[in-house]
């Protein structure tokens, strides 16, 4: 059975009513919708699949999504209000199915899918590099040298280096937490340390370091558990790049040592009700900043207003972009341009920059000052935390997306960037690249080899548990053309799309394009849902004679929006493949024609959800994206981070649910509030996971 045929095959309960009808009130019940997902040529179960439902009908949830994992026997089960949806079912290096579909009020619905394999699989390729048996493979960063050798800094202070014939050899020990690196040669290594930026030098030629230079450390650091220094990054004129993270601050038992002078006082302060949302401060001078240093050393704060700087990268030309992860005032984590002395929107930096340090400004002066993203990533499908950008300049090795931008995440995600400017400033497009294939966690940097493969760095402990995950692998392209969009233009209408191979004449079909368009909060709360989130409908399609762009015309256009577009199903190659990816989010700051402000609108948000009982199914995959990170997946907790063991004897679930509600929504000690970036609906239904899957004997709540 080839990829491209997918049959969806559907059992219906007596009294079903068909997936035809809209318009049905949300106080409708909520209908019990289950089934199997299975692979379309062998028939067994799909034990890693997911089913996940998107609509106005359920606006009130993180993402307007239902989720559901299937179990061992490949089976689902989701309740949903009555609605119109978009019905995605995923799984690693399988096809995805997505489609339309509208739940009418009745009896349960039986439904059962089958999936093929991707039509990509096989296109790209992940290998797991051995590791020398000495290396602790928490692997942080990596580089390559001007003659090709491999360099490689962990977690653990050490660089390795591999030579052409596969040899390692460790180049240097001892440093506090390497966290990136350059290699301007095969006697010299530039690292990033918690503490400062080191010049390690083999000066005698015995292959291993002699001398440990520090090249800068003017910035303030302390002993909290959860503060990095991120980088490197370097540019053709030998600057390089990095920046500092805010620490994880609750009551100040966090910080044992400091560096600097300590100013832990919130520059805004929250006035909110409940704990401090999000407790990531700047304490310690020049926290959530980036940083220059010149090749003669010179040491420049560069740009402000980060809240953990994660990836930096420097393009072709020699601009640096940075990726930030969500949080309060990150509504979702995003690619930066930075340029010098921007601000780029957490103002707790503001404490240590001499115009800024003795005014406080406004919600609405930060908003003035602050330059937004050049690209959201929507939680989610496109990760939670993303890691180094890094730009395809292999000569076509690496297969079609020639200057586009990769990057990595913790979760087992690779992204691709596609940038335009408009009106003279960067924005742009950010595609799934590569889901499954065997790619693990923690890809926090990467580098295109000589050999053009991506190298991708892996790391995730403190962060989640390891399993095993950590580690150095390398994605390599058969040769063979993906079926993939390549390009998302921004057009005075709509949008402009490119392929990589020639199109059916489906890709000319407006039916086959849908496109929402959202927004988020900028605001001091943890994150942000999607706001003001519609359907925009497509009035027009253009299809190129030759089978690879299409331009689609949309009712409305209005910039300061992210534009999540679908490309259906029916679009194929003309050689009968899907595509590999078929959608794409466009970050839409300004229309071609300079315009920033959206002004009135003809189209309407849908209404939110009402609310309905706690739901632990719900909860499950809520826990998995939100929390798993901290609390573990046996609900144990961290004692080197401080959550606790919900299983044991005196688990926190003895509290009753109004008081483990309230700190879930507002936050304690250095737990964030959830209670912005989670509805109280999703609130409710990851408490209901937590009582499920963790409650101990006897530990019964109390009244």
Not at 446 to 452: C, K, L, S, V
Not at 641 to 662: C, Q, R, V
């Amino acid at each position: 059975m080839s990829a491209s045929m997918i049959w969806i095959r559907m059992r219906l309960h007596v009294a079903l009513a068909v997936l035809l009808l809209a318009g049905t009130s949300a106080l409708a019940q909520a209908v019990r919708l289950s089934g199997v997902v299975r692979d379309a040529d062998t028939g067994t179960p799909l034990r890693n699949a997911q089913v996940k439902l998107e609509g106005a009908a359920l606006a009130g949830r993180e993402n307007s999504q239902a989720i559901a994992r299937v179990n061992a026997q490949g089976a689902y089960r989701l309740e949903v209000p009555p609605g119109e949806y978009q019905l995605w079912v995923l799984a690693p290096d399988y096809e995805e199915v997505g489609t339309r579909w509208v739940v009418a009020p009745g009896q349960p619905v039986e439904r059962d899918f089958e999936l093929g394999k991707l039509s990509g699989a096989g296109v790209y390729k992940v290998e797991t590099l051995p590791l020398p048996r000495a290396m602790i493979p928490e692997v942080s960063g990596v580089a390559f040298t001007p003659q090709g050798t491999l360099v490689v800094t962990n977690r653990r202070g050490e660089v390795w280096m591999r030579n052409a014939a596969g040899d390692w050899r460790r180049f240097a020990t001892g440093l506090y937490e390497g966290f990136g690196l350059v290699a301007p040669g095969e006697a010299e290594v530039l690292v990033i340390q918690r503490p400062e930026l080191t010049r390690l030098r083999d000066s005698d030629g015995d292959g291993i370091a002699d001398r440990y230079e520090t090249v800068a450390d003017q910035w303030g650091i302390t002993g909290n558990y959860h503060e990095f220094t991120y980088g490197l990054a370097r540019d053709g004129k030998g600057n390089v790049y990095f920046g500092s993270g805010m620490v994880s601050y609750g009551r100040g038992r966090e910080i044992p040592w400091a560096r600097g002078e300590l100013q832990a006082a919130q520059y805004h302060p929250w006035t909110g009700p409940g704990n401090v949302p999000d407790g990531h401060r700047s304490v310690a001078p020049l926290q959530g900043w980036m940083f220059q240093v010149s090749a003669a050393g010179r040491f420049t704060p560069f740009a402000f207003g980060f809240r953990q700087p994660l990836g930096v990268g420097v393009s072709p030309d020699d601009e640096l972009f940075v990726s930030d992860v969500s949080g309060a005032w990150v509504p979702t984590s995003t690619l930066m341009h930075v340029e010098r002395d921007g601000f780029y929107g957490h103002p707790d930096p503001l404490k240590w920059h001499p115009d800024y340090k003795d005014r406080k400004l406004s919600v609405d002066e930060l908003r003035a000052l602050r330059r937004p993203p050049t690209v959201y990533l929507p939680r989610g499908l496109m990760g939670t935390s993303p890691g180094q950008p890094v730009w395809d300049t292999t000569g076509g090795r690496f297969g079609p997306y020639a200057g586009q931008i990769f990057l990595g995440d913790v979760t087992p995600l690779l992204m691709r960037v596609d940038l335009e400017k408009v009106a003279g400033v960067y924005q742009g497009a950010a595609f799934p690249f590569l889901r499954g294939g065997g790619l693990r966690l923690g890809g926090m940097h990467n580098a295109f080899g000589p050999d053009g493969a991506l190298y991708v760095a892996q790391t995730v402990r403190g962060w989640m548990s390891t399993e095993g995950n950590e580690g150095l692998q390398r994605v390599v392209w058969s040769g063979e053309t993906p079926v993939d969009l390549l390009h998302v233009k921004l057009t005075a209408r709509g949008f402009a799309l490119r392929y990589t191979t020639p199109m059916n004449v489906s890709m000319g079909d407006a039916s086959q394009y849908q496109v929402k368009r959202f927004l988020y909060n900028y605001h001091p709360l943890d994150g942000s849902l999607r706001v003001s989130e519609t359907d925009v409908p497509v009035t027009r399609v253009q299809a190129s004679a030759d089978g690879l762009g299409v331009e689609v015309e949309l009712l409305e256009l209005q910039p300061g929006f992210v534009y999540e577009l679908n490309v259906g199903r029916k679009v194929l190659s003309r050689t009968g493949r899907p595509l590999a990816n078929a959608i794409a989010y466009y970050t839409a700051n300004r229309l071609l024609s300079g315009e920033t402000k959206p002004g009135p609108s003809r189209l309407q948000a849908a209404a939110a959800q009402v609310a309905r009982p706690p739901d632990a199914r719900r909860g499950e995959e809520i826990f998995r994206l939100n929390c798993v990170a901290c609390h573990m997946p046996d609900g144990k907790g961290s004692k080197q981070i401080g959550t606790p063991d919900y299983t044991a004897a005196e688990s926190p679930l003895k509290k009753p649910d109004h008081e483990l509600l309230a700190i879930i929504a507002g936050g304690k000690n250095q737990m964030p509030a959830f209670g912005n970036v989670l509805p109280a609906q999703s609130i409710a239904d990851v408490l209901a996971y937590l009582r499920k899957a963790f409650q101990p004997p006897g530990a019964r709540p109390a009244p």
